[in-house]
């Protein structure tokens, strides 16, 4: 009766954010606290979490459904580097980049590679040491 609503925990709702997966772009909702799930599309496991460069990193390939963020001291050397809401370099990156998003590359920062996204934005004082850029919409 009365008694029980009064001393039941009000329901949480679980707060959502829309996601791409980088196998399918297929557009979901995952848990804001999500780190890694499967894409219900393609079952694929997805990394949803951004990944943010605070100091040296070296990885063959670094996928995620968020941001990839390369502080002023961070390095990030890798063959491939995919990230569907895009990628922020205010140190140094070294990878063939496809951002399903834009591009932001920092007045201090210093690029290595190709860069593929459907929007770049560089600063003045930016350093581009070779590498292809495209503009591609998704």
């Not at 496809?98 to 590359?105: D, K, N, R, T, Y």
């Amino acid at each position: 009766g009365l008694l029980s609503r009064v001393l039941r925990p009000p329901i949480v709702r679980a707060r959502t954010r829309s996601v791409r997966c980088y196998h399918c772009l297929n557009h979901f909702d995952a848990s804001e606290k999500a780190i890694t799930l499967s894409c219900p599309r393609c079952y694929q496991r997805v990394e949803v979490r951004d990944v943010i460069v605070r100091d040296e990193m070296r990885a063959k390939v670094v996928q995620t459904c968020g941001l990839v963020i390369i502080e002023k001291k961070g390095r990030l050397r890798a063959e491939a580097v995919e990230a569907c809401e895009g990628v922020e370099v205010l140190g140094e990156l070294d990878a063939h980049c496809v951002s399903h998003a834009h591009v932001f590359i920092g007045a201090k920062a210093t690029w290595r590679g190709d860069c593929t996204a459907p929007m770049i934005v560089m600063e003045p004082g930016a350093k581009v040491l070779g590498g292809r850029f495209e503009i591609r919409r998704n």
